[in-house]
């Protein structure tokens, strides 16, 4: 029988990064407090949703990260939506290890109280869930405690495709929606 160890694959690893990176994703910052109280992010690109009810949202870590350990002790955390302004942020807060909220005033989770990036296009606050093992990362999973979108008239997401930030195209020439088919309700 075929399981997937009788595969014994071997990946061009270059080449498995420039195929996942097909997938078009946003860019998020996640944020949490350590026990000593320094205020943590990391941006990433592994933020998705995961269910309505409960209301989970994940997103997933490197085992190597320096915070790595604050992030599997921390009982909350943020996630900011980045908008497509906000390249220079996402940039900032995935330099590893460095003081990433120097000059950053953050807005504060009415709920947890930890650090949330102004003018993003969502914030959620979460409470710790799951953590889940994924190879060379870990599966961070977290129940919404409170969200909050912008809805303003220039929302654009930031956009991360084959390794570049993009922009969407402008709304006149978004893609024509198949008929009877309502996207936001999958
Ligand atoms: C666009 C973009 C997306 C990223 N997505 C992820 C991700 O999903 N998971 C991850 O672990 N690192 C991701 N990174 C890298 C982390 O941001 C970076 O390694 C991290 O901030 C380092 O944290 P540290 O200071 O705890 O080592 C991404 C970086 C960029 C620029």
Known sequence: MNTPDS????FDSR?????????????????????????????????????LDPPL???SLANSALSLQSWLDARHY??????ADQAALSNRFARAGEDKWRDVCPVRGPVTDLPLLPN????FECAAYGQHEGGDHTIMVG????????????????VFFK????????????????????????
């Open 120 to 123: 993003a296009l969502a914030w």
């Open 78 to 83: 943020t996630v900011s939506v980045l908008h």
């Open 7 to 10: 595969f014994n694959l071997t």
């Open 143 to 158: 129940r919404v405690l409170s969200f909050r979108t912008r809805m303003q008239s220039d929302d654009q997401p930031l």
């Open 163 to 186: 390794g570049r930030y993009r922009k969407l195209a402008r709304e006149s020439e978004a893609l024509p929606v198949d008929d009877g088919l309502y996207l936001h309700a999958w």
């Open 15 to 51: 080449q498995f990064r420039n195929a996942l990176g097909s997938f078009a994703t946003g860019v998020a910052v996640v944020a949490c407090v350590a026990e000593d109280g320094t205020p943590l992010a990391s941006t990433v690109s592994s933020f998705n949703s995961v269910s």
């Open 57 to 59: 949202v994940l997103f």
